[in-house]
């Protein structure tokens, strides 16, 4: 699990092992900037986090996909003419790609 791109969260009963938990479904820990109770998303706990995560994936294998992918312009991946005008990176929901 990473603190790449954390969030904080505020989980009360959850023990933030939830999929509405910032953290959680960023596949991340807790850190001190949360503000959650009875939190069990620390390395301390990371067995018993990765058993919640394994159990998630077992109900739904997408459950910690990122929810919006970025799509690359066509024109970038596969230059057509010099003239093409690039055009801006587009997201799109995951259950659409």
Known sequence: MS????RSCRCVKSN??????PCFSAYGYCSQNCRCTNCKN????EDFVEERVDMIKMK???AFDPKIVRVQDASEIEPQS??????????????FV
């Open 3 to 6: 603190n790449d791109q954390h």
């Open 16 to 21: 933030c092992v939830k999929l509405y938990c």
């Open 42 to 45: 620390r390395e301390y706990y």
């Open 82 to 95: 010099s003239n093409a005008v690039p055009m801006p990176e587009v997201q799109v929901p995951r259950t």
């Open 60 to 62: 739904n294998p997408r």
